[in-house]
């Protein structure tokens, strides 16, 4: 990186305080190294245990991973169903596995994959990430040595249409079969947003139930589940250890774990050296719109009102006005489906000077009108995108929304949320500061783990000083 180098930048720690480890090959993914001279200098540097357990897992990884004799072993009982011994099978070879199916949106995948891999790093698991049809051309490999992608001859044929009423799945062991996993080749966790609570109740599993008598794992989920994994009393000791602060748990994660492939990293950098690097400040407008994908006015009106109130971008001066002179540049950097959003501020900044003499640029990378679903370069440019927000000063996103989550997660940044509309107008207040940088668990438990009355739903929102309600899903749970 010689000509970052002579930016003057040479004293960036690349390794981020020892969360990344030296010597992965860097021209087959240059983001690894490379990102710290887009990035401000972390604000939550790693815990010294959470980097011995980072290579605890890194090595359990390469041990019992794909292509390893004990991987072969273990997929060839999960084939079989061949029972081993008295039915302890995870302490086989010492490797378990924990298998986590892709599904919905990249943001609602990246959500997912960064809490499992604090599932499986609290449970000594490996963990195995299904790669659905775009995620090779996506992340890099982020564990040294090995794959952390699911073989494509995996043996469970069927697996991604494993759900809640599945024989194997927890709620049904821990409620009809009273624990028992007899005659059971794995046990399916269905932490889905909308799961029944006998299968939350895992979310309180302590490991010395039933799950550490089962090599294989299979989690099907689309949410951050750290915060329900936050009030098992079971982990409260290392999650202390690894974590001494609770607002940066999905930005430590994810700064180790996702690393955009060579493509997409030129993508994110093309534009952000294009059209973000030289201002003198950068804003991420993220927008998503869950009423549908043409343009609504009570949206833009919202976002306005917001970069108003929180004084995030300038009012313009009326026609004929003198205008004051240039102080400084502010770069928009706007994210969404539809352009018309980007479209109308920017016109409104270039058609009018500022108020306070700054000169307000607006950029979109792309405007994909809808949604779609496994195809590569639409979730490249998604991550792109997120990845783009994570380089902003300061972010707003909209509420409900995962991708918003990660963009602000991933870069440290406590959002502004915008409030979801009811009705099509502007919510009062039209956003709320985020209390922390982490992202909303939409579907958590409700009960509390000590009493697992799944019956009855209590407020866990009070129930450890960390886990508060969301600012934009109230039932939702987030670390702070
Ligand atoms: P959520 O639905 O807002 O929680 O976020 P997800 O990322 O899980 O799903 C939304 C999907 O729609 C994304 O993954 C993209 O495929 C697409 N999408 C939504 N907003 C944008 C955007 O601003 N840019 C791009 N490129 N795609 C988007």
């Keep these: 990186v010689a000509n970052l180098a002579t930016r003057g930048?040479?004293?960036?720690?690349?390794?981020?305080?020892?969360?990344?480890?030296?010597?992965?090959?860097?021209?087959?993914?240059?983001?690894?190294?490379?990102?710290?001279?887009?990035?401000?200098?972390?604000?939550?540097?790693?815990?010294?245990?959470?980097?011995?357990?980072l290579r605890q897992q890194e090595a359990l990884q390469r041990r019992c991973g794909p292509g390893t004799e004990p991987y072969r072993r273990a997929s060839e009982r999960l084939r079989s169903g061949q029972k081993v011994g008295d039915g302890f099978v995870a302490t086989v070879d010492g490797c378990g596995y924990l298998v986590l199916i892709s599904y919905r949106g990249l943001g609602n995948r990246v959500l997912a994959t960064a809490s499992a891999f604090l599932y499986a790093m609290l449970t000594d698991r490996v963990l195995l990430v299904d790669p659905g049809k775009t995620m090779a051309d996506l992340f890099c490999e982020p564990f040294p040595g090995t794959s952390w992608m699911l073989p494509k001859d995996f043996p469970l044929d069927n697996f991604r249409d494993l759900g809640e009423d599945a024989p194997e799945s927890y709620g049904n062991v821990a409620v009809n079969r009273s624990g028992s996993v007899s005659g059971l080749r794995f046990v399916y966790m269905h932490l889905d947003h909308a799961a029944s609570p006998a299968n939350r109740l895992v979310y309180c599993d302590d490991h010395r139930q039933f799950l550490h008598r089962v090599q294989w794992v299979v989690l099907r989920t689309d949410s951050y589940i750290a915060p329900g994994i936050f009030l098992n009393p079971a982990y409260k000791e290392v999650l202390d250890m690894m974590f001494p602060r609770k607002d940066s748990v999905?930005?430590?994660?994810?700064?180790?774990?996702?690393?955009?492939?060579?493509?997409?990293?030129?993508?994110?950098?093309?534009?952000?050296?294009?059209?973000?690097?030289?201002?003198?400040?950068?804003?991420?407008?993220?927008?998503?719109?869950?009423?549908?994908?043409?343009?609504?006015?009570?949206?833009?009106?919202?976002?306005?009102?917001?970069?108003?109130?929180?004084?995030?971008?300038?009012?313009?001066?009326?026609?004929?006005?003198?205008?004051?002179?240039?102080?400084?540049?502010?770069?928009?950097?706007?994210?969404?489906?539809n352009s018309w959003y980007h479209d109308t501020i920017r016109e409104m900044y270039w058609r009018s000077p500022s108020a306070t003499g700054e000169v307000v640029s607006v950029h979109q990378p792309s405007h994909e009108e809808h949604q779609h679903f496994f195809r590569s370069i639409h979730d490249m440019k998604a991550l792109a995108e997120m990845y783009l927000l994570s380089l902003t000063d300061k972010i707003v996103t909209s509420g409900w929304s995962t991708f918003g989550y990660v963009g602000s997660g991933l870069g440290g940044l406590t959002p502004y949320i915008m409030i979801k509309p009811e009705n099509h107008t502007v919510p009062n207040p039209p956003c709320k500061k985020a209390m922390s940088m982490e992202p909303c668990n939409h579907g958590p438990p409700y009960f509390e783990c000590t009493r697992k009355e799944i019956d009855k739903i209590i407020d866990t929102g009070n129930l450890v000083p960390h886990v508060r309600s969301c600012e934009d899903v109230p039932w939702g749970r987030k670390l702070a």
């Design 250 to 337: 999905f930005f430590l994660l994810s700064r180790y774990l996702f690393h955009p492939t060579n493509d997409v990293w030129g993508m994110v950098t093309r534009f952000y050296d294009s059209y973000l690097k030289n201002a003198d400040e950068r804003l991420g407008i993220q927008i998503r719109v869950f009423d549908g994908d043409k343009p609504f006015q009570h949206i833009l009106d919202q976002i306005l009102a917001c970069t108003s109130q929180e004084h995030l971008l300038p009012g313009v001066v009326t026609a004929g006005g003198a205008p004051p002179p240039v102080v400084r540049s502010k770069a928009v950097l706007t994210t969404g489906l």
């Design 9 to 53: 930048e040479s004293k960036k720690d690349v390794l981020l305080g020892g969360l990344l480890l030296p010597g992965f090959d860097e021209q087959s993914c240059t983001s690894r190294y490379q990102s710290v001279y887009y990035r401000k200098n972390m604000s939550r540097p790693p815990s010294l245990h959470l980097v011995r357990r």
